[in-house]
């Protein structure tokens, strides 16, 4: 392969997806990012990190997330203007430093829109990682040691957050296949599988 490339992971609660991302990061000898974007965006920004994480904390609880969407069209409002810290600048920033990092470096991204934000360019591999429900449950139960109706309120919850999410900064069904390259069942694949997988066709396209 030539030139850099990005692998965006969008992933329902539960799936692998994140073990998934970290193993391709591992074997490809790339960087993974995730929750650092936050921080990222903070520090190009000037905006305290704390804001970028009370605007996640309100998706999670407004109905008005429910009621429409704000769909992301590549604007940044300047310091000096209302609005400098509103939910969709911040977003703004977020999708500007997911932007500059697909311009430099070969990496996975996880989450936070990144397929959208990067659709239009080339070099974008956008997977999105799923399972079974009682996959899922029965893995969130090993891995945080909560009893059966956690998981289940986690799942429910988490995957709300992230197709409303999507669906404000989008406009677009989270889970819609058409929004990816590669949909991945991590249930009947094996995490392993699934990063082979991504990896040959990332031979394939780039080759």
Known sequence: ?????????????????????????????????DRQLIRMASDD??????????ADERIKLSTLFRLGSSPYDGSLIPPES?????????????AKIIKELAEKESCVIMGRCA???????????????????EFRIQSIMERTDCSRRDAER?????????SEYYKHYTGNDWQNVCNYDLS??????????????VKSYLNIRFR
């Open 115 to 133: 397929d959208f934000i990067l659709k239009d360019r080339p070099n974008v591999v956008k997977v999105f990682v799923h399972a079974s429900e």
């Open 154 to 162: 986690d799942i429910k919850s988490i995957d709300r957050y992230r």
């Open 1 to 33: 392969m030539t030139g850099n490339y990005v692998i965006t992971i969008a992933r329902g609660y539960g799936s692998g997806g994140t073990a998934i991302g970290k193993k391709l990061s591992e074997e490809l000898n790339i960087n993974y990012y």
């Open 184 to 197: 991945l069942n991590s249930e009947e694949l094996g995490f392993d599988k699934c990063a082979e997988i």
């Open 45 to 54: 920004s000037g905006i305290h990190e704390r804001l970028f994480g009370e």
């Open 82 to 94: 209302a609005g400098f810290v509103s939910d969709k600048n911040l977003f703004g920033y977020q």
